[in-house]
């Protein structure tokens, strides 16, 4: 059957294609796919800062005392912004 031309009958399966093929529907899929695509990138994101606060945690925590004597918070934080 040619999708184009308009039927006094349509199965219900004609009918959901037609709904599915409308414009309405395809943009909305495409906005719920981009949206999608944003949230995981958020995650991601998210995710990086987070390991990334731990890993600050974990290097000031676990310097020595002699080492982080020596040498001023700044210099450590320095090294640490450049991982």
């Known amino acids: ?3 184009g031309v308009i039927c006094n009958y349509c199965s219900p ?3 959901v ?3 599915l093929q409308s414009n309405p529907v395809q943009i909305l ?3 719920i796919v981009l949206l999608d695509a944003v949230i995981v990138i958020t ?3 998210l995710d990086l800062n987070s390991v990334k606060g731990q890993l600050v945690h ?3 925590f676990s310097v020595p ?5 020596s040498y001023s918070l700044n210099v450590v934080l320095q090294y640490i ?3």
């Open 81 to 83: 912004h450049c991982i």
């Open 43 to 45: 995650q991601i994101l």
């Open 65 to 69: 005392r002699h080492i982080s004597q």
């Open 58 to 60: 974990t290097i000031l």
């Open 29 to 31: 899929l495409c906005v």
């Open 17 to 19: 294609v037609k709904f």
């Open 13 to 15: 399966r004609e009918k």
């Open 1 to 3: 059957m040619y999708v």
